[in-house]
């Protein structure tokens, strides 16, 4: 086990990956945000499917998902057709348009790691690689463990509502735990 302060500056340095998120999304196209980047991504790694598993995938809410899916669909990058096992559901894929898109986001992505980090060797991106791919694998591992064990989530208690963002309580509640504002007897009387 590494020491502490391993943990701690890895805790940093993390935090700071925001930068490269930043950068990443200065270089999309102006049609295509960084949530509709995501769902063609996924899409394109994954293939077709509901958006009740793409929203899982996203870790994001329905509404969220729903939004970028409508995002996609409008500029022809996926179609959306009728499950053949339940006609309430769609099935999302991509279009050889949505294809387009998605390559030529890889390419600006190529590009810009490649300016970026054009003082790297191909083996320190590769260690690089490597070592990102070992992180998220280790998340990854960890919850599926806890469902193979039929542990509950390591968050608050399930019987607790929630908004569909990482757990948290929905946004009413959040405010409910605040102090109550004091009334005037005119404003009770209204």
């Known amino acids: 086990m590494a020491a502490q302060s391993h943990y701690e500056e890895l805790a940093r340095q993390l935090s700071a990956i925001g930068a490269v998120k930043r950068g990443l999304g200065r270089i999309l196209p102006a049609e295509c945000p960084a949530g509709s980047a995501a769902v063609l991504t996924l899409l394109g790694r994954h293939g077709e499917m509901r958006i009740s598993r793409l ?19 409008a500029r022809g990058w996926i179609e959306r057709d009728p499950d053949p096992l339940d006609k309430r559901s769609r099935i999302l894929r ?8 998605l390559d030529e986001l890889g390419r600006r992505t190529a590009q810009m790691f490649a300016r970026t ?13 490597v070592m990102l791919a ?21 968050s608050e208690p399930d019987d607790e509502p929630r908004d569909g963002h990482r757990g948290r309580p929905r946004r009413e509640e959040r405010f409910a735990r605040r102090a109550p504002l004091t009334r005037t007897p005119a404003a009770q009387q209204a």
């Not at 991509?94 to 898109?101: E, I, W």
């Open 55 to 73: 929203a899982e995938l996203l870790d994001v809410d329905m509404s969220v998902t729903s939004r970028h899916v409508t995002h996609v669909a």
């Open 94 to 101: 991509l279009t050889p348009a949505g294809q387009d898109m």
């Open 134 to 154: 070992r992180l998220r694998e280790s998340f990854d591992c960890r919850e599926e463990r806890r469902v193979e064990r039929h542990e509950e989530p390591r």
């Open 117 to 129: 980090l054009r003082d790297w060797s191909d083996d320190e991106v590769g260690q690089l690689n």
